[in-house]
């Protein structure tokens, strides 16, 4: 078979996927009439967690398991569109709602000017994002998924040659995921400037000849901005959680839960020993604790974020959470994408 006729079977092939995938449609969207009248959430991330996984499953082909995740959250991206059309605000490039920073994405989401969130946890190479921790201590909002995904940094300027360059803008922690690019082709004299977002980055090295952002691919071609480099990340497995964040909790067990909270306790000996032995005790496992200032006082106090498997509705927390009610602040339960 030549290539003129696989390529004719591979047209027909995309004719019949177009046609399934517009099927799909048509029933994903008797569902949100279904929804829309019962005032239920489109967004159910545990149940696009179970098709990936079957689908997955099933799959003997040459399609990986990330080819399969990729795919399909496109997939559900247009079905939730179509199933109840819901304003999403993130940290970002142009998409849904794009928000200059952290703080306005709680706000949008908090005014209910959008019903969803997503802004960064932590990244695998430098650790928690400060801000966000802080502001899920003053807010109300619950998490309700997490988002982990590989980032990936470009080099984007209008400047004709590189040592025209005196300012580069970027996110404070982008900087930190490039500073070997920075430091190989730059000298001091060069101001690294931090500003709300990387997207925010590429709007002022558009308006500016010496100067260049560090930004995703995505920002520079949307906004236009020439790419210099791509892949300027120190690390090439450079992976960052994103959460979603929702003005209702996420009271749906699935078979693979993680839970975040807050804890504030009181100061004594052996205290945050004893509230650990809690879970161990409980046969609950801690995926992560990290430490805050609590920003209270002129003392060095402190709170705590803590991720565990599991559902805040398990029993087996509940027990906990009856005994330390002044002290854990319930951030969400999400289905488990780590």
């Known amino acids: 078979m030549n290539i003129e006729e696989l390529r004719t079977k591979i047209d027909k092939i995309d004719s019949d996927i177009l046609n399934l995938l517009n099927e799909r449609m048509d029933i994903v969207h008797e569902i949100g009439l279904i929804k829309s009248a019962s005032n239920e959430s489109v967004y159910r991330p545990e149940r696009e967690k179970e098709i990936?996984?079957?689908?997955?499953?099933?799959?003997?082909?040459?399609?990986?398991?990330?080819?399969?995740?990729?795919?399909?959250?496109?997939?559900?991206?247009?079905?939730?569109?179509?199933?109840?059309?819901?304003?999403?605000?993130?940290?970002g490039p142009?998409?849904?709602?794009?928000?200059?920073?952290?703080?306005?994405?709680?706000?949008?989401?908090?005014?209910k000017k959008t019903k969803y969130g997503i802004i960064p946890l932590e990244n695998n190479q430098e650790g928690i994002v400060q801000e966000t921790i802080d502001l899920l201590g003053?807010?109300?909002?619950?998490?309700?998924?997490?988002?982990?995904?590989?980032?990936?940094?470009s080099f984007a300027t209008r400047a004709k040659e590189i040592n025209k360059i005196k300012k580069i803008y970027s996110k404070d922690i982008a900087f930190k995921q490039c500073k070997d690019f920075i430091e190989n082709y730059f000298s001091d004299e060069v101001k690294c400037i931090p500003v709300n977002s990387t997207s925010a980055a590429v709007r002022y090295a558009d308006k500016q000849e010496d100067s260049a952002a560090i930004c995703s691919r995505f920002a520079a071609v949307q906004r236009g901005v020439p790419i210099l480099y791509d892949k300027i990340e120190d690390s090439k497995d450079n992976h960052t959680r994103f959460i979603v964040l929702s003005g209702t909790e996420n009271q749906v067990i699935s078979k693979n839960d993680k839970t975040s909270i807050l804890v504030n306790l009181s100061d004594?000996?052996?205290?945050?020993?004893?509230?650990?032995?809690?879970?161990?005790?409980?046969?609950?496992?801690?995926?992560?604790?990290?430490s805050r200032p609590a920003k209270k006082g002129t003392d060095f106090k402190y709170v705590f974020y803590i991720d565990f498997e599991g559902h805040f509705l398990n029993s087996n927390f509940q027990i906990i959470l009856k005994r330390y009610i002044d002290n854990i602040k319930l951030l969400g339960s999400y289905p488990r994408m780590i």
């Open 94 to 111: 142009e998409g849904y709602l794009p928000i200059n920073s952290i703080k306005s994405v709680f706000e949008s989401v908090e005014s």
């Open 268 to 290: 004594g000996h052996g205290v945050l020993a004893e509230f650990l032995q809690e879970f161990h005790d409980a046969k609950i496992n801690l995926t992560k604790l990290e």
């Open 52 to 91: 990936i996984e079957r689908l997955s499953r099933l799959s003997d082909g040459k399609l990986k398991v990330e080819s399969i995740k990729a795919i399909f959250q496109e997939v559900f991206a247009a079905a939730r569109n179509i199933e109840l059309p819901e304003r999403i605000s993130y940290l």
């Open 138 to 153: 003053v807010s109300n909002l619950k998490i309700i998924s997490e988002l982990p995904m590989s980032i990936s940094f």
